[in-house]
């Protein structure tokens, strides 16, 4: 069964830093990128960035460019979304999915909660 | 960057409805525009792809139409399961999505 498994749900204080983890199975990773979406509570879904696990070729939504960074490890299919210093704003279920060039998220992970609070 | 709008935020209906959402694009997307359906506390779901393919397992009452800037999402009768918030999103340049539609019972 093709599936994304992401790592589970964070309780962090602000300042803090955070990776988060998103683990293809039953695919063939390198073929297809990966994509970040953020749902902050209430609100809409909004793309943060990509990246092609193959070449680790990673492309950022403007507003996020600067606030994560994208990575992957192709070896054990697994794609990664760090922070270095949380913020109150960037608490949210984070979501990863999987996408062929200019094609649709049609395989999603289940979510990972972060809450920033103090 | 590419934006994109849908119209109406939320709407209400009864079911057996037929329902319309719109989506436009600031600028040409080709047919490059999928569409997602999410319930509340769950992860989002693919529907539609390339503005009017159906991903499979997805029931016939859903199509969609458009291309270049206009696209709609069209649910033909609607059902108790269809009640949800539905987000179009282009992957013609990047990534983005649009604002969501929350469908709720009339």
């Known amino acids: 069964e093709v599936q994304l498994v992401q790592s589970g749900a964070e309780v962090k204080k602000p300042g803090e830093s955070l990776k988060i983890s998103c683990k293809g199975f039953?695919?063939?990773?390198?073929?297809?990128?990966i994509g970040w979406v953020r749902q902050m509570p209430g609100q809409g879904l909004e793309w943060m960035g990509s990246?092609?696990?193959?070449?680790?070729?990673?492309r950022y939504s403007p507003p996020f460019q600067a606030q994560v960074t994208i990575s992957a490890d192709e070896s054990i299919t697994t794609a990664y979304l760090q922070w270095s210093s949380l913020k109150a704003s960037d608490t949210g279920i984070y979501y990863c999915?999987?996408?062929?060039?200019?094609?649709?998220?049609?395989?999603w992970g289940q979510g990972t909660t972060v809450i920033v609070s103090s | 960057d590419i934006q994109m709008t849908q119209s109406p935020s939320s709407l209400s209906a009864s079911l057996g409805d037929r329902v319309t959402i719109t989506c436009r694009a600031s600028?040409?997307?080709?047919?490059?525009l999928n569409w997602y359906q999410q319930k509340p506390g769950k992860v989002p779901m693919l529907l539609i792809y390339?503005?009017?393919r159906l991903q499979s397992g997805v029931p016939s009452r859903f199509s969609g139409s458009g291309y270049g800037t206009d696209f709609t999402l069209t649910i033909s009768s609607l059902q108790p399961e269809d009640f949800a918030t539905y987000y179009c999103q282009q992957s013609f340049i990047l990534v983005s999505f649009g604002g969501g539609t929350t469908v709720e019972i009339e």
């Open positions: 039953g695919y063939t990773y390198n073929t297809y990128w």
């Open positions: 999915a999987r996408f062929a060039g200019a094609g649709p998220m049609d395989v």
């Open positions: 600028q040409s997307i080709s047919n490059y």
């Open positions: 390339s503005a009017s």
């Open positions: 990246i092609y696990p193959r070449d680790s070729d990673t």
